[in-house]
């Protein structure tokens, strides 16, 4: 939805003439900040986060991941199918897209508790990578031949490999994946040595205080990944590109690209790092919660960089006048 934001801010007028711009400067600028569909895509998702990291051990994997397929489907298939004039049906496009996203990173973060910790989540991590670069590409290759709107639709397919692939790739404890999160977690590697947890207060008997509590021994994990992402979104989206648009000082898109490269870089070190090194110090009983948690964080900070963008894009858009 981020790659096909310039494309769903048009009207339909602006389709047909292949005109965007409000300001009537020499900026290729939005009515609407791609900002806002930032934000569309950010919020709910953060809003699920929080409701799903409360309420999580009561409800189970499967009817977790049925969720994400539903609403991830009709994310694509309310935006392909409205027109672009009607903003609000697009933006409730794509926040179901917010939704589906959110949940499913939950979801499958919390699953790689279920298996020993060298196989944890770092394929998770590399996958999620993956996908956003090839997503972007596919996306990208699929508007240079067809519509916007027909490009979006055809990524109607992506909700079905994510069907194929929990039917057939989690073989291993697959009976687990349909009960909650804390419970199933008691049953995996019970040889696995916790010091300690004898004394901790179990998962299943705490209210949403004592779930808050928990939250402050990861507050140095979240601090580092807000101000990362935050951080790698204001930066290539203001110091350098911001420059660029008022001077055009860059001479080649291949230093935007490697920009945008080593800032990946930076955000997926600290990502993983935050990941294990919550896996490694917090205890077995407390670790999918914590996991989850701690992803709030990093949601919170492109949040944030996107109410950030709003009056950024306007003061460039009005540098064009």
């Not at 910790?117 to 993956?130: E, K, Q």
């Not at 507050?219 to 979104?233: A, N, R």
């Not at 420059?243 to 690209?257: A, D, E, K, M, Q």
């Not at 960089?305 to 003061?315: E, K, M, Q, S, V």
Request: with cysteine.
């Amino acid at each position: 939805m981020i790659s096909a934001a310039h494309d769903l801010l048009k009207t339909d007028i602006d389709s047909q003439n292949n005109m965007t711009k409000r300001y009537g400067g020499k900026y290729d600028c939005n009515e609407i900040s791609t900002g806002a569909v930032l934000l569309a895509d950010v919020l709910p998702g953060l809003l699920m986060k929080f409701l799903i990291s409360a309420f999580s051990n009561r409800i189970s994997y499967a009817k977790k991941f049925i969720f994400i397929v539903i609403t991830g489907s009709l994310s694509f298939i309310i935006v392909s199918q409205t027109s672009n004039s009607i903003k609000w049906l697009i933006f409730t496009g794509i926040c179901c897209a917010s939704v589906s996203t959110s949940v499913g990173e939950l979801t499958f973060l919390s699953l790689t508790t279920l298996y020993p910790t060298n196989m944890s989540f770092f394929p998770y991590v590399i996958g999620s990578g993956t996908s956003g670069l090839l997503s972007s590409f596919f996306y990208a290759g699929l508007a240079s031949y067809f519509t916007p709107k027909k490009a979006i639709l055809y990524m109607l397919f992506v909700p079905f490999l994510m069907t194929m692939a929990y039917m057939l790739l989690p073989d291993h404890n697959s009976s687990l994946l349909r009960r909650s999160h804390f419970s199933a977690i008691k049953l995996i590697d019970s040889k696995e040595t916790e010091i300690n947890e004898k004394n901790l207060v179990p998962f299943e008997s705490m209210g949403l205080y004592d779930k808050f509590k928990l939250t402050k021994p990861l507050l140095k994990y979240m601090v580092p990944l807000f101000i990362i992402f935050y951080s790698e979104i204001i930066v290539h989206n203001t110091d350098v590109l911001f420059l660029h648009v008022i001077y055009g000082f860059i001479p080649s898109i291949t230093i935007v690209l490697i920009i945008t490269f080593w800032e990946g870089l930076i955000g997926g070190g600290c990502y993983v790092n935050a990941l294990n090194l919550v896996s490694i110090q917090i205890p077995k009983i407390y670790r999918e919660f914590s996991i989850g948690v701690t992803t709030i964080a990093d949601t919170i900070g492109i949040a944030l960089a996107g109410f950030t963008a709003l009056p950024l894009h306007n003061a460039i858009c009005r540098l064009g006048m």
